[in-house]
């Protein structure tokens, strides 16, 4: 059984950079003994635990195989890469960076087109006036095919019936212009690409949003060692997500407050972490941010003086959610 646990991220970009950032937040500090090039590294104050550096693409298929215990990769190399992905890995945290989406687009001088019945319209006709079927060029074979095909990883419906898919080797969404393909599945952030090279969005053609996701192998060998050290990172890692999540609010009120607390829970998701004060003493609420104006307004209304709203830096509660989900998913 493997004594370290092992934790793959990004080997360079801005994606590394938004790793180190998003896990030292949390408390986690990596280093790398042998400078900047070196693909192995650690955590600072967190014993049994190994760094390895890889491309994006790469974690995938080390998490698939269990040669990694947790990992950072996108969603949508997650759902590409691994056909049976609910057998083999877990997603865990979404992470907040790394956004693309998965999309199909065609070219903007098809007026006629906006939606996937537009472009069902047009492959039927392609297959009826000239023998032959809609190119589809990609990188994403898996994720177009399943979409296409209408039973789709996003959304099931989409039932093109007549495509064939032209594997992309370069840039996709050049496809088009060279004739090689007649639309296009790729990912993008702005679009503003696609744009530049005459493509545009097919309303619903939306395969998947994507992001950055912390993910676990279920084929890894979890030992002792890699649960300990699991069960570190992650603690710290929820305590982090829970605090930018919430807002601390305050408020004092002279009378018993034990059925408001019950009262505010069910209509703003508001907890007191540290139960019912004694009256005259503050009442602490964790609050979601959106809740916060409404959530004021109605401690005010309930006779509370002065109320004050805070950010925390960490939030730590028992069994968090992100532990729980792993250790059952590993068993």
Known sequence: MSAKLILAVPSKGRLQENVHAFFARAGLTFVQPGGARDYRGAIADVPGVEIAYLSASDIAGQLASGAVHLG???????????????????????????????VIAAPQAWIDVTTMADLDDVAEDMRRKHGRRLRVATKYVNLARGFLSGGGSARAGAGIANYRIVESMGATEGAPAAGAADVIVDITTTGATLAANALKIVEDGVILKSQAHLVASLNAEWGDGPRRAARTILTRVAAEVRARAVREVRARFDHPVERLIVDLAARFDARAPFGPPPPGTPLVLHAPKRAVFALVEALSAAGAGAVTVGTLEDVFEPDPPLVTDLFKAIG
């Open 72 to 102: 950072v990769t996108g969603e949508d190399l997650i759902r590409e890469q691994i056909a049976d992905a609910a057998e083999r890995v877990t997603l865990l945290q979404p992470l907040g960076f790394g956004y693309a989406d998965v």
